[in-house]
T-cell receptor, first 111, second 113 residues
Framework: DGGITQSPKYLFRKEGQNVTLSCEQNLNHDAMYWYRQDPGQGLRLIYYSQIVNDFQKGDIAEGYSVSREKKESFPLTVTSAQKNPTAFYLC??????????FGPGTRLTVL | AQSVTQLDSHVSVSEGTPVLLRCNYSSSYSPSLFWYVQHPNKGLQLLLKYTSAATLVKGINGFEAEFKKSETSFHLTKPSAHMSDAAEYFCVVRPSGTYKYIFGTGTRLKVLA
């Protein structure tokens, strides 16, 4: 069954902690993306990667980091430098076709 | 700079009446245009896409959109709303030759019984 999986579905973080959100795809797509979604706003691009071992900052990269060691995986780390991390995080792929395909999302809450 | 404007943040319609969700874009070259739907706490699902072929695009669940270059618009329509259409809808532009996608701020559709 092809698709994009994100885990965990819900994540709670204490102040000062780093947390890592997982995104895995078996669509064989070259490009992968991380977006942040806040209530009443559109999706804002955090990072994207067009190929393995390469990635670019999006519009709101501060306080986040990523890696792309495998084509199938694009984990996002939310660092303690991100002052307001509570949001819904969406991973997407692209490059196979013109449109993007989205995972189910991870909701991160800071306690 | 490329941008997408969804003209209504909220739209309410009665079940069985037409739906119109408006989207205007600006882009330097011939863009690809998309409409996605998002139900609460879910990922985004593609409704339809325009990629420089037919200007009237048919999508899933009875939705369609018309690309009007002269008006730089890509409005989403459906002849008859169903309760299950209640969701948030995003208009998205992908400028030609890029890997980046530009999202509108979304329109929340409410369907009244």
């Amino acid at each position: 069954d092809g698709g994009i999986t994100q885990s965990p579905k819900y994540l709670f973080r204490k102040e000062g902690q780093n947390v890592t959100l997982s995104c895995e795809q078996n669509l064989n797509h070259d490009a992968m993306y991380w977006y942040r979604q806040d209530p009443g706003q559109g999706l804002r691009l955090i990072y994207y990667s067009q190929i393995v071992n390469d990635f670019q900052k999006g519009d709101i990269a501060e306080g986040y980091s990523v890696s792309r060691e495998k084509k199938e995986s694009f984990p996002l780390t939310v660092t303690s430098a991100q002052k307001n991390p509570t949001a819904f995080y969406l991973c997407a792929t692209g490059g196979g076709k013109v449109e993007q395909f989205f995972g189910p999302g991870t909701r991160l809450t800071v306690l | 700079a490329q941008s997408v404007t969804q003209l209504d943040s909220h739209v309410s319609v009665s079940e069985g009446t037409p739906v119109l969700l408006r989207c205007n874009y600006s882009s330097s070259y011939s863009p690809s245009l998309f409409w996605y739907v998002q139900h609460p706490n879910k990922g985004l699902q593609l409704l339809l896409k325009y990629t420089s072929a037919a200007t009237l695009v048919k999508g899933i669940n009875g939705f369609e959109a018309e690309f009007k270059k002269s008006e730089t618009s890509f409005h989403l329509t459906k002849p008859s709303a169903h309760m299950s259409d209640a969701a948030e809808y995003f208009c998205v532009v992908r400028p030609s030759g890029t890997y980046k996608y530009i999202f509108g701020t979304g329109t929340r559709l409410k369907v009244l019984a």
